[in-house]
């Protein structure tokens, strides 16, 4: 284990997705356990999932294949042991990555969670509790260049349409995050003498998934 510095990462997006595959069960444990025969996946694939019954809080969380069996593979860093019971859902991979050169930060949104006012009469103090945790959504801060790299023109495409996209942030090898959501269009700052800077935002339905492995 180590403390993650800000050198030699990378930030990639998906150009392209497998066709989907049908897992036929997930388990409600931490980490989840997916079942298809014979998937044929292997270790530190990416992919989201597409789930519009049974089990919808998975709807649209990436996930990072982990300890693939013939038949079974975990989803590291997700708990799914208080959500409702899978029925049926897809699971889309990434086919091929391009990475966003112009990457120079990425911000994991968290902190606070809301703070609901339980105080009754007979108290002397505010008695708050825990509500909704905060949106996760992922900021990438970017050095604009006159031309676009491919990956950052696929975001930027992605952004004008209102699409999603699939996000992975790695160190050597080592996923760090992997995140889907919708991008919004970089900002753009350019004074005298100074590079050019930007930042665009991801606004993701679910979590920014640290795998932990």
Known sequence: MGTIVG???K???????ASAILPTAVTKAYPPVATLSAHALT???VGFWSVSAGM???DQQAIVVSNPLTNTWEMPGLDTADYSTYTAGSLIMAATWGTISEATSYEVGGGAADQLDDTRLYQSKRSNLAGLLAAQDLNIGVKQQEINGTAMQFVERQAQRGLYCLFKI???????RVAYGVPSLPGENVGTGAL???QFSVTCKQFVLKPNV
């Open 56 to 58: 919808v809080e998975l």
């Open 170 to 176: 790695s160190k050597a090898g080592q996923i760090l």
């Open 43 to 45: 270790a530190g694939m």
């Open 11 to 17: 930030v990639e997006v998906a150009l392209t997705l």
């Open 7 to 9: 050198r030699n990462c």
């Open 196 to 198: 050019g800077e930007g």
